[in-house]
């Protein structure tokens, strides 16, 4: 039997291949290379000056697109970048066989963060000149990644403060000793390791003070019964609970768009739950759209009334069911709905006929309790101990904004509503499943709330991409459209 051997890789050649034959022209790198030509990087916040004296400098577009490729073979470390631009002929290609450092690609993705972060907004903006987004219809969803620092690190305030002290301490103990030092003029100690001691006690206590006031930033002191802590590594970053355990972490949100499930914008926020981040997601999205959307969904993490009413005050249908509507469960017994509402007279009535009057507020107003009359009344009730255990007789608890959850949970029960709702889960969590387990981002490399920004874009941008090759019928009819683009 025959075999396949290669050729002799001594053999020479009389008209070699170019670099360009190496890369077949349906190779997804030229894919990213028209992508990001189509960018305008002053709007993105690079600018570039080819007139710019000094020495030289990688063109900021090719680092830009270098670090969108890597991350989209989930290629992150700057250290694997460099292996790869001289190992990888795709790699190689993108460059233009130029080489750049570990530590070059680094201090281009950190000088860069902010510039960085905007990337999936023009990507957003470009999609929706291409009509793949619509923005009629936007899912909001979350999830927690984990990030560059361990949770062993998180310290309370009164650990910081300790620390800042002995920081204090010991950076009088260096100046004194450098002082002496200095007067003796004589080898009684190195002053290098001095001066590296003393700088390593001054950034210490820049972080200590830097955590300290991040947690009075933070207002509450407790958090569940515990006290406050923050991260010393990355003081942005939380411990929050997931499937994996509780670790130092960001709660990354999406927001997609229904027409393809295109991330429109994507945000790595420090808020553990997701309760309060529905109307800031909306929002962003509609500002990165400049329009505003007919209907925003998300699920019953997002179920807090005074958020959902700042979207749908706005003319906006939210479709975000309620924990019980979420759960399915039927009411209990003698459950809220069973009581009867009365707006004139501002009461509730009981099933058995009687009032329940308003006794005042609670929760910074937001909440409106209402009770019995008189508590003998439900003493002597046949369903004491069933309706209520309570000596003061029944309350009822009612939400400020009562009226607007009533109508999104009315609205949510609609055939039109599910619908939309079936759709969310399809397209909300697709674009995490594919960063999470295709681009292999389950924790970040940067640290800093900025820095988990402009990664978790990176990775957006490129689930974007990778959607519009597959709209565009592959990378040839997507390079076409983007040459389209390009002014």
């Known amino acids: 039997m025959a075999y396949r051997r290669g050729e002799n890789l001594e053999q020479m050649t009389l008209f070699p291949q170019t670099l360009d034959e190496y890369v077949p022209t349906d190779h997804p790198v030229r894919a990213y290379v028209a992508f990001v030509?189509?960018?305008?990087?002053?709007?993105?916040?690079?600018?570039?000056?080819?007139?710019?004296?000094?020495?030289?400098?990688?063109?900021?577009?090719?680092?830009?697109t270098l670090l969108l490729y890597g991350y989209s073979y989930g290629i992150k470390s700057s250290r694997k970048l460099?292996?790869?631009?001289?190992?990888?002929?795709?790699?190689?290609?993108?460059?233009?066989?130029?080489?750049?450092?570990?530590?070059?690609?680094?201090?281009?993705?950190?000088?860069?963060?902010a510039a960085i972060k905007n990337t999936i907004k023009l990507c957003a903006r470009l999609c929706l000149k291409l009509d793949?987004?619509?923005?009629?219809?936007?899912?909001?969803d979350g999830t927690k990644m984990r990030a560059n620092a361990g949770r062993r690190r998180n310290y309370t305030v009164e650990w910081y403060k300790e620390q800042?002290?002995?920081?204090?301490?010991?950076?009088?103990?260096?100046?004194?000793?450098?002082?002496?030092?200095?007067?003796?003029?004589?080898?009684?100690?190195?002053?290098?390791?001095?001066?590296?001691?003393?700088?390593?006690?001054?950034?210490?206590?820049?972080?200590?003070r830097k955590a300290v006031e991040e947690i009075k930033n933070a207002g509450a002191k407790t958090v569940n019964g515990k006290d406050r802590t923050i991260n010393l590594t990355d003081p942005d970053s939380r411990l929050m609970k997931s499937v994996q355990g509780s670790h130092a972490s960001y709660n990354v949100q999406n927001v997609v768009d229904d027409k393809h499930g295109l991330i429109v914008t994507t945000e790595a926020t420090s808020d553990a739950s997701d309760v309060k981040q529905f109307a800031r997601q909306v929002e962003q999205a509609e500002e990165t759209l400049e329009k505003q959307c007919n209907v925003a969904s998300g699920d019953s993490g997002y179920a807090n009334t005074e958020e959902l009413e700042k979207v749908y005050e706005k003319g906006t249908?939210?479709?975000?069911?309620?924990?019980?509507?979420a759960k399915r469960t039927p009411a209990k017994q003698f459950?809220?709905?069973?009581?009867?509402?009365?707006?004139?007279?501002?009461?509730?009535?009981?099933?058995?006929?009687?009032?329940?009057?308003?006794?005042?507020?609670k929760a910074k107003g937001s909440k409106l309790v209402y009770r019995i009359t008189n508590k003998d009344i439900c003493h002597s009730c046949k369903h004491y101990?069933?309706?209520?255990?309570?000596?003061?007789?029944?309350?009822?608890?009612?939400?400020?904004?009562?009226?607007?959850?009533?109508?999104?949970?009315?609205?949510?029960?609609?055939?039109?509503?599910?619908?939309?709702?079936?759709?969310?889960?399809?397209?909300?969590?697709?674009?995490?499943?594919?960063?999470?387990?295709n681009l292999g981002l389950t924790n970040f490399s940067l640290r800093g709330r900025l820095g988990a920004q402009a990664e978790i874009s990176i990775c957006a941008t490129c689930f974007n991409v990778v959607r519009m090759i597959t709209i565009f019928g592959g990378v040839a009819g997507f390079i076409e459209r983007m040459k389209q683009q390009i002014v």
């Open 132 to 140: 793949l987004i619509e923005g009629n219809i936007l899912f909001i």
């Open 335 to 361: 459950d809220k709905s069973e009581f009867k509402y009365d707006s004139e007279s501002n009461s509730y009535s009981c099933p058995e006929g009687e009032r329940l009057i308003y006794s005042g507020k």
């Open 37 to 64: 030509d189509t960018l305008d990087f002053d709007e993105l916040g690079i600018k570039i000056e080819d007139s710019k004296v000094g020495n030289s400098e990688y063109y900021p577009k090719t680092m830009l």
């Open 82 to 113: 460099e292996r790869a631009v001289h190992d990888n002929i795709s790699f190689v290609w993108l460059m233009k066989k130029l080489t750049p450092d570990h530590k070059t690609i680094s201090e281009f993705r950190r000088r860069n963060k």
């Open 164 to 208: 800042e002290k002995e920081l204090d301490s010991r950076i009088d103990k260096l100046l004194k000793e450098c002082e002496d030092i200095d007067q003796a003029e004589a080898g009684a100690g190195s002053m290098v390791k001095m001066r590296k001691d003393l700088a390593a006690a001054g950034r210490l206590k820049e972080e200590v």
């Open 385 to 437: 101990g069933i309706c209520t255990e309570s000596k003061k007789g029944r309350k009822i608890i009612r939400l400020a904004k009562e009226k607007t959850k009533e109508k999104i949970e009315r609205f949510y029960e609609t055939p039109e509503a599910q619908e939309i709702y079936s759709r969310r889960k399809e397209r909300a969590e697709h674009p995490f499943g594919h960063i999470k387990r």
């Open 317 to 325: 249908q939210v479709v975000v069911p309620s924990r019980r509507q």
